[in-house]
Nanobody, 115 residues
Framework: QVQLVESGGGLVQAGGSLRLSCASS????????MGWYRQAPGKQRDLVAR???????NYADSVKGRFTISRDNAKNTVSLQMNSLKPEDTAVYYC?????????WGQGTQVTVSS
C-alpha cells in the first residue's frame, strides 16, 4: 500500500511558476514509476509528466519545455516544477505511483492560473 499526499497548488497569474510536491509513504518508493496527472472540470484525467523508477521522463506535448518532473528517492518525493503557466493549465493535479498491477493516487491539489 502506498499513500500519496500532494502539496504546492494555488493561484498564480499567467506566466508565473508553481512547484508541486508529492510525498509518499507505506512502501518502497524507488520501485514505482511516478506521474503527475491533471483533470480540468468536465474533462478526463490526463498525463502531464512521468518519471520511471530508472529516472526516464516523458511529458505531455502541451507542457514540454515548461514543466519538469523530478524525484528524490532518499526523501520519497516527486516534484513538478511548472513554469510559464497558462490559463489552460488550470486543473486539479494528481500524483500517481504505478507498479503493475498496482496503481495509487493522491487526493489532488488545485492549480488555478489567472489570465
Amino acid at each position: 500500500q502506498v499513500q500519496l499526499v500532494e502539496s504546492g497548488g494555488g493561484l498564480v497569474q499567467a506566466g508565473g511558476s508553481l512547484r508541486l510536491s508529492c510525498a509518499s509513504s507505506g512502501s518502497i518508493f524507488s520501485i514505482y514509476d511516478m506521474g503527475w496527472y491533471r483533470q480540468a472540470p468536465g474533462k478526463q484525467r490526463d498525463l502531464v509528466a512521468r518519471i520511471t523508477s530508472g529516472g526516464r521522463t516523458n511529458y505531455a506535448d502541451s507542457v514540454k519545455g515548461r514543466f519538469t518532473i523530478s524525484r528524490d528517492n532518499a526523501k520519497n518525493t516527486v516534484s513538478l516544477q511548472m513554469n510559464s503557466l497558462k490559463p489552460e493549465d488550470t486543473a486539479v493535479y494528481y500524483c500517481n505511483a504505478d507498479r503493475a498491477p498496482f496503481s495509487y493516487w493522491g487526493q489532488g491539489t488545485q492549480v488555478t492560473v489567472s489570465s
